[in-house]
């Protein structure tokens, strides 16, 4: 039986560069050996349960199959084998992952459910261009298990962006940030990379970014050591880093950690960004070094934040008027 334990006690592996994934099978007649095995990381998840009876709603998106009543509250349920485009229906699947996500409940269909496995996240890669286009792009990582297995995990933020709306879908009103130094920020997804840039565009900064932890790693110890050779800190061209918690092959604490360690970072705030949203995700954030840390992605909250964040980290933007406080 797979027992989940509360959120706040599975953060023990935050920031060992390791995480678990819940396993489980999609209904897909073209995996004729059952090779595919897909991941949702156990932080997400908060059970598992026989589908319920659920209300249709018209109008909605074709993967949105209804609303399940689960305990007095209406969750929204997806089909990711539909999501996919998978030939032939949802056959017999009636297994539903109950997931929590940057504080909004949901279900996934899913076919059968596996166990828990725990990966180191530098033995997981980005899928091929054919792989992810045969899933929707629906992936945000892959790994080879032992047993010869293909694990694809699912890039849940893309899934429910899709499905059921987004935030930023809604007309924004940022205030702008009067600097014209960079913001470097790091996320596996892309939609939440065109979220951020996106927020960023209407607070007027510049910014670059990277895919996973350990390219966003080279890239700014790439610009740490040409500030070096040009004579000059690095706090003089980069404003602030923000990076998300799970990237495959270096996770936003190993991040954080790293740049927090190299004193020519000294003065570059660094702001996480996270779907896992608990209490304890983000007392270890902050333990090691973030200046802040939230839960994903909320673009007022994010621009207040950010902004305070640098005015608070550069002396000479203590002058300029930032937004109430939520």
Known sequence: ??????????????????????????????????????????FKVRELMVMPQLTRLPGGHRC??????????????????????????????????????????QGFLVDSVENILQLAWNDIREPPEMISHNHNNMLTAMSSLEDGRMLLIVDVEKVISEVLGSPLDADLDLEAVDDSRLVFFADDSGVARAQVAKILDHMQLKYNSADNGEDAWHALQDMADEAERAGRPLSETLLAVVTDVEMPRMDGYVLTGKLKADRRFDGIPVMMHSSLSSTENERLGLHVGADGYMSKLQPEEFSRKLAAIIARSHPEQADRELPPAA
């Not at 678990?20 to 156990?42: C, M, S, T, W």
């Not at 209804?66 to 297994?95: E, K, T, W």
Request: charged content about 25%.
């Open 1 to 42: 039986m797979i027992d989940f334990k509360s959120i706040d006690d599975r953060a023990s592996l935050a920031g060992t560069n390791r995480l678990e994934l819940l396993l489980f099978k999609l209904a897909n007649p073209r995996d004729v050996d059952g090779k595919a095995l897909y991941g949702i990381n156990v």
């Open 64 to 105: 949105m199959i209804g609303m399940a009543n689960i305990r007095g509250r209406a969750v929204p349920v997806i089909d990711l084998a539909r999501y996919c485009g998978f030939p032939g229906g949802r056959g017999s699947s009636d297994i539903l992952v109950i997931t929590e996500f940057n504080t909004t409940t």
